[in-house]
């Protein structure tokens, strides 16, 4: 007998081919048979009729590395169909640590990731284990992040590493692999891996390389530099063998748009003279993230601790606020897109609520201060744990970038205050409105774009895809009714027509209720890797 079995539903089976109609039985966790099951018994059967049933959507770029353990916030995820996560993002995450770099990074991440109290962990093998004594609704995978390996040998300093701490790092990058991470990650827009030099990546990547782990990597620029950045990344990837994932792919900036289409090309380029390149994209036209990335780089050496205190100081108040006016060297936000297009998310105190959900001009006009001002004054009494939401382009791009073969849907969702809207509504309106509403994309290419294409890119074994013998994890939705509710300024809407939802072979949510199930596994990287799963 059957634990369920789904019938009626348009199977679509994550590869990209045409849907067929065909039953699924689930037993013990598992897709135990694919086929006409009328005559088996199952303990529950879905009806699925005029439904899609498609494998659960994986992830790739995700900030939930403490809040995965409180389900009561999480369940958001599976909400919208997401039933495996890829944390450790932007090379700024919470394992590796030491007694020294913890504090650090605690204080350094709590607006990124939120506050769960003190870390029970340092290696990546005791966070990795705590997840697995947690209740977790979803599956979830973890990058090695560039930066807690980089503070293990040189802390917050300000400068490029000697030829013996690369060596160091890529080999912490290596003892991360064998513990089951899937890749490396870095943001080198972020403190202190924005300090690094293309030698270093290289090396570092050669660690993750060896265990045939990917590069998942927020390019050093997204706006006046992008090419530059993007071409760094590609000989990165070109001299250490390593696969080539871009985080939150854009180019931000009207001035910048031509080069949207060029940074395309040159993916498609790399991929003809065999290097392995893909990216992922949030169907938005705005992005998210900490605060204080607007400073300029030298805010930023030594970590948060340091950067509050030079905060205080009137003359480096002066220079920021000139930087921010004229400085296009590094990815300033202010400079590119303009103070009305930063709008604040969540903020530390209750005193500074008020902020969320208005943009800078808006929040200065009401503190009687310039907009620089206003933000060095909220950066300060916020102790920098503030996120914010930055406009920076428009739908034709996303539209364009979405159609793309090397593209993945990935949310970049960010909990807390009032969120960027992906953290509800990324996938839904992905099937919602780009493919029912714009028809920009066919069902089955989104579908493989958030199921087999991340399991790919993962070299995720036995997920990913509607397979016998696969994982049950498995969303059933209706492709007509489909939709985001979430809305800049109103984001915390879950979406509508997504009925059920299997992790691991139990249902974790039907007709949009999380039923409170917590059957999400953690996920390690394995060497062998199935090749029915290569697209």
Not at 83 to 104: F, H, M, N, W
Request: hydrophobic fraction near 40%; charge should be negative; proline fraction near 4%.
């Amino acid at each position: 007998m059957f634990d369920f079995i789904i019938k009626n539903g348009k199977m679509y089976d994550g590869t990209g081919n045409p849907w067929t109609k065909t039953d699924i039985g689930i037993k013990d966790g598992v897709i135990s048979e694919i086929g006409d099951l009328g005559g088996k018994k199952a303990k529950r059967v879905v009806d699925a009729s005029n439904m899609a049933v498609t494998p659960g959507f994986i992830d790739t770029h995700v900030h939930s590395d403490l809040l995965i353990t409180r389900p009561e916030i999480h369940k958001i995820k599976v909400l919208q169909g997401i039933t495996t996560e890829l944390l450790g993002q932007d090379g700024i995450s919470v394992a590796p640590v030491s007694r020294t770099t913890k504090p650090l990074w605690q204080k350094q991440l709590k607006g990124l990731n939120g506050d769960i109290g003190d870390w029970p962990w340092n290696s990546i093998t005791e966070y990795l284990g705590f997840l697995e004594e947690s209740k977790i609704a979803g599956n979830t995978t973890y990058l090695v992040p560039h930066g807690a390996v980089r503070t293990l040998v040189m802390g917050f300093e300000g400068r490029k590493a000697t030829p013996e701490e690369m060596v160091q790092m890529r080999e912490l990058v290596e003892e991360g692999m064998r513990q089951g991470a899937f890749g490396l990650s870095s943001g080198l827009v972020y403190p202190p891996n924005l300090y690094s030099c293309k030698d270093e990546l290289i090396e570092i990547c050669k660690g993750a390389a060896k265990y045939k782990g990917c590069f998942v990597v927020h390019i050093r620029n997204e706006s006046n530099k992008s090419l530059e950045a993007l071409d760094e990344v590609i000989d990165v990837a070109r001299q250490s063998g390593v696969r080539l994932h871009i985080s939150h792919f854009k180019v931000a900036g009207k001035l910048n748009r031509a080069n949207y289409t060029k940074a395309l090309d040159k993916m498609v380029e790399a991929r003809i003279e065999g290097i392995e390149v893909t990216f992922d994209q949030y169907p938005y036209a705005a992005g998210s993230t900490v605060f204080h990335a607007i400073l300029p780089p030298f805010m930023h050496m030594g970590g948060t601790v340091e950067l509050l205190e030079k905060l205080q100081d009137p003359d480096i108040q002066i220079k920021i606020k000139d930087e921010l006016e004229n400085n296009a060297d590094y990815e300033n936000w202010v400079l590119n897109c303009g103070w009305e297009n930063i709008t604040l998310t969540s903020v530390s105190t209750e005193a500074n609520k008020w902020v969320e959900g208005k943009n800078m001009v808006d929040i200065a006009y009401k503190l009687d201060l310039d907009p620089a001002d206003a933000a060095i004054k909220l950066l300060l009494e916020e102790n920098a744990g503030i996120t914010m939401l930055v406009h920076w382009g428009d739908e034709e791009l996303i539209t364009e970038g979405m159609k793309h073969s090397l593209q993945i849907v990935g949310s970049d969702s960010i909990f807390g205050g009032k969120p960027h809207p992906r953290l509800y509504g990324t996938y839904p309106r992905v099937l919602g409105h780009f493919v029912r509403e714009k028809q920009a994309l066919s069902l089955e290419q989104a579908i493989r774009k958030m199921t087999g294409a991340p399991a790919q890119l993962l070299r995720l074994k036995n997920r990913g895809l509607l397979r016998e013998g696969y994982a049950a994890d498995i969303v059933i939705f209706a492709p007509g009714e489909i939709r985001d509710q979430a809305t800049y300024n109103d984001p915390l809407q879950e979406p509508t027509g997504i009925h059920f939802v299997f992790v691991n072979g139990k249902l974790a949510a039907e007709n949009g209720k999380f039923l409170g199930t917590t059957a999400g596994k953690v996920l390690r990287r394995e060497d062998s890797y199935a090749a029915s799963v290569t697209l």
